[in-house]
C-alpha cells in the first residue's frame, strides 16, 4: 500500500477521526506547558524586561505563517500532478489558518515593537515581507470563494499558489534591496555562536511545537469539513436530478 | 503571431477608451497628489519618483480586465486555443498589446507629469528607462491575473487584489532606481534587476498564464 492511498477521502476521513483529538489534545498541552513555563517560570531578560515573553507567541505563530503558505504550495504541486482532491482541499483548509498566523504574528510583533522601537509599525524589510504575506492570503482566499466550479477553482489556486511563491520570494529579498532593517537577526538557528539562551528557548520550542500540532489539528478539522461539504453538495446534485 | 499583435492593436486604437483612458487616469492621479499633500516643491520632488511609479502602476491596472474578457465572451479565445499558434504565444502578444497600448503611453508622458511634481533634473532618464524597462513586467503579470479572473462575472476587484501583490518587486526596484538617479546615486544596480524581473516574468508567466486559460476555457 503506498503512502497516497491514505489521501482518498474516505480512508482519510477514517484515519483523521481517530488521530484529531490526539492531535488537538498534544496541541493543547504543549501550548499550555509552553506558555506558562515561558510566562511565570523564566527570568526577565536584563535589557528587555518582561517585554520578551511575547516570544513564545511571536515566533510561533510568524514560523507557522510561513510554514502553512509552504504547506499550501506543496499540496497545490500534488494537485496539479496527481489529483487528489484532499489535497486540494487541505491547501483550501489552510489558508484562513495561515492568514490568522500571520495576523497574530504581526499584533504581537507590534505590541513588543511599542515600548523596545517606539514605533508599533516601522517600514522594516521583514516586517513589510509580512504585510505582503498577508495580501498574498488575502488573494488566495478571496478566488477560492469566487469560482463555483471545485475543479476550476482547484486547479486555479494552485497556479496562484506556485507563481505567488516565487513572487513572495523576490519580493522579500527586493525589500531587502528597499529599506535597512530594525528586526533583530535569527538567534534560533542551529549552528550559530551567538543565540538565544537555553532558559528562554526550551520554553520557545514546547510552544513551536504546540503550535506545529495545533496548525496539523486545525487543517485536518477543517479538511474534513471541506469534505463533508462537498459531500451535501454531491447529494443535493442528486437529489435535484432525481 | 504579428497578425494577432495588430489585430489587438486596432481593437485597443478604434474601440476607444481603454486606450487614452489609462493616459488620462495617469494624469489625474499625478494632478490629485499635490492637492493632497501640499503645493511645497521640495516635498513633491522628494515623493515624485514614488507618485509616478505607483501612478502609472495603477493606470496599467485599469485596463488588465479587458485583456481577455471580451475574447472570452465572444468566443475569440476558444478560437485562439484551438488554433494552431500555442497559447502561450497569444499569451505574450497579448502582453505586449497591453504594453503598447498602455506602458509605452505611459512611459512616454512620464517626464511631462515629472515637470508638475518638479522631479530633480537628474532623475528624468531614469525615470523614462526605469519605465521603459518595467512596465512590460507589469503588463505581463496583469495579463496572468486577467488569465485567472477571465471566467468570474464580477473580476475586476478580485483582479487588483490579486495582481498588486504581484507587482511589489517592480514597483521597489523601479521606484528606487528614479529615486536613486535623484539622488546621484548610481542606479544600475536596480535597473538591472528591474530588467531580470522583466525577463523572468516574460519567459515564465506565458506558460501560466495559457495553462490557466486552458482551465477556464475547459
Known amino acids: 500500500m503506498s503512502m497516497w492511498e491514505y489521501a482518498n477521502p474516505k480512508l482519510f476521513m477514517g484515519w483523521t477521526r481517530p488521530v484529531l483529538p490526539w492531535t488537538f489534545g498534544l496541541a493543547a498541552a504543549c501550548l499550555v506547558i509552553g506558555l506558562v513555563w515561558g510566562f511565570f517560570f523564566t527570568p526577565d531578560d536584563f535589557r528587555q524586561g518582561s517585554t520578551v515573553k511575547i516570544i513564545y507567541l511571536h515566533v510561533p505563530s510568524a514560523l507557522m505563517a510561513i510554514n502553512a503558505w509552504i504547506m499550501m504550495l506543496v499540496a497545490s504541486i500534488i494537485w496539479v500532478v496527481r489529483r487528489h482532491h484532499v489535497s486540494a482541499l487541505a491547501a483550501r483548509a489552510a489558508a484562513p489558518v495561515g492568514l490568522v498566523m500571520t495576523l497574530i504574528a504581526l499584533f504581537t510583533g507590534g505590541i513588543w515593537g511599542q515600548p523596545m522601537w517606539g514605533t508599533y509599525w516601522a517600514w522594516d524589510p521583514r516586517l513589510t515581507s509580512f504585510l505582503i504575506l498577508f495580501l498574498f492570503y488575502l488573494g488566495y482566499i478571496a478566488l477560492w470563494e469566487a469560482i463555483e466550479d471545485p475543479d476550476t477553482a482547484a486547479d486555479l489556486t494552485s497556479v496562484l499558489c506556485m507563481v505567488g511563491s516565487i513572487f513572495a520570494i523576490l519580493s522579500r529579498y527586493a525589500v531587502l534591496f528597499w529599506n535597512q532593517g530594525l528586526h533583530q537577526g535569527a538567534t534560533l538557528s542551529l549552528d550559530k555562536e551567538e543565540n538565544i539562551s537555553d532558559v528562554f528557548w526550551f520554553p520557545l520550542l514546547v510552544c513551536i511545537a504546540g503550535f506545529v500540532l495545533l496548525f496539523i489539528a486545525l487543517v485536518l478539522m477543517r479538511t474534513r469539513t471541506e469534505i463533508r461539504a462537498r459531500r451535501i453538495r454531491a447529494l443535493e446534485a442528486r437529489a435535484r436530478r432525481a | ?218
Open chain 2, 1 to 218: 503571431m504579428i497578425a494577432l499583435l495588430l489585430r489587438d492593436l486596432r481593437l485597443a486604437v478604434r474601440a476607444g477608451g481603454g486606450f487614452g483612458l489609462g493616459l488620462a487616469f495617469f494624469l489625474i492621479v499625478v494632478v490629485l497628489v499635490p492637492f493632497g499633500v501640499g503645493p511645497e516643491t521640495e516635498l513633491l520632488s522628494r515623493i515624485a519618483p514614488g507618485i509616478l511609479w505607483v501612478a502609472s502602476l495603477l493606470a496599467a491596472l485599469l485596463s488588465l480586465d479587458r485583456i481577455f474578457a471580451l475574447d472570452f465572451e465572444d468566443g475569440s479565445l476558444a478560437l485562439l486555443a484551438t488554433s494552431p499558434l500555442p497559447l502561450e504565444g497569444a499569451a505574450f502578444m497579448k502582453a505586449l498589446a497591453h504594453w503598447i497600448t498602455t506602458g509605452l503611453p505611459l512611459t512616454i508622458a512620464a517626464p511631462m507629469l515629472g515637470f508638475l511634481l518638479s522631479l530633480a533634473p537628474e532623475a528624468y532618464f531614469y525615470l523614462l528607462v526605469s519605465l521603459l524597462i518595467g512596465t512590460p513586467a507589469l503588463s505581463m503579470i496583469g495579463t496572468f491575473g486577467a488569465a485567472l479572473t477571465v471566467g468570474l462575472r464580477r473580476g475586476g476587484l478580485l483582479l487588483s487584489l490579486l495582481v498588486l501583490p504581484l507587482y511589489v518587486p517592480t514597483l521597489i526596484f523601479g521606484a528606487e532606481a528614479v529615486r536613486r538617479g535623484a539622488d546621484g546615486l548610481d542606479p544600475t544596480g536596480a535597473l538591472v534587476l528591474l530588467g531580470g524581473i522583466t525577463a523572468g516574468t516574460f519567459a515564465l508567466l506565458p506558460f501560466a498564464t495559457a495553462a490557466t486559460l486552458r482551465i477556464n476555457l475547459r
